[in-house]
């Protein structure tokens, strides 16, 4: 049931932020970023990134042994489709700039907690039951979960400021990196989700940064 959780907690997306696009302002390589975000092409995303600063942490549907993941990329690409942004200032120092924006995304928290919370209760339902609970039914039922959830539940929304740091390299301004507030717009707030709900079960090593 744990690794169930988890797995449906921590979606991943493994993208290798790496390659190169030419932006000749910092402010044009951010609104390039988050207009590939909206119709989430990671491929196009990843060229606005330094390519020194890893993996982000999302999902991958070549990721054959996470199955629960799957249930929730249409959602959080739905949602990506939704944001809005208004890039309000950039300020430059030599090769480095900050670049200020408002933005609007959808809040994954209050759904995530509905459908953890149904599940641990059809879970040990079943358990009490007699029944054998396999990682097949338990994949089945988060995702009949979710479905009724999202048919169901109000959509909430969050209005953030956030700050992205942006450095200039061969002549092309770059994301440094991707941010807990910058991969919380991305992902609908997927990741304070994801803590959130982990720290329920009390595993302090499964904090997302």
């Known amino acids: 049931m744990k690794k169930t959780i988890y797995a449906f907690m921590i979606v991943l997306i493994t993208i290798g932020l790496f390659g190169c696009s030419a932006s000749s302002k910092p402010e044009d390589t951010v609104k390039n970023f988050f207009e590939a975000t909206k119709v989430f092409d990671f491929e196009k995303m ?52 900050k670049v200020t924006v408002d933005c609007k995304y959808n809040d994954s928290l209050p759904l995530m907690k509905e459908v953890v919370g149904e599940y641990l209760k059809q ?13 097949e039914k338990s994949n089945e039922m988060i995702k009949n979960i979710l479905n009724e959830k999202k048919a169901n539940s109000k959509v909430t929304t969050i209005q953030k400021t956030i700050e992205i740091n942006c450095t200039k390299k061969d002549g092309n301004w770059k994301i ?28 302090e090593n499964s904090e997302i940064k």
């Not at 879970?123 to 990682?135: D, R």
Request: proline residues 0%; aromatic residues 10%.
């Open 123 to 135: 879970a040990i339902s079943t358990a009490f039951s007699g029944m054998e609970l396999t990682e």
């Open 46 to 97: 990843k060229t606005y990134v330094n390519s020194d600063i890893g993996n982000l942490g999302l999902y991958s549907k070549d990721t054959e042994d996470n199955k629960v993941g799957e249930y929730f990329l249409d959602y959080l690409k739905e949602n990506a489709s939704k944001i809005t942004y208004e890039i309000k200032k950039s300020e430059i120092t030599d090769k480095t700039a």
């Open 176 to 203: 440094d990196s991707i941010s807990g507030d910058l991969g919380n717009v991305i992902t609908s707030n997927f990741l304070t989700a994801a803590n959130e709900i982990s720290s329920v079960f009390g595993n």
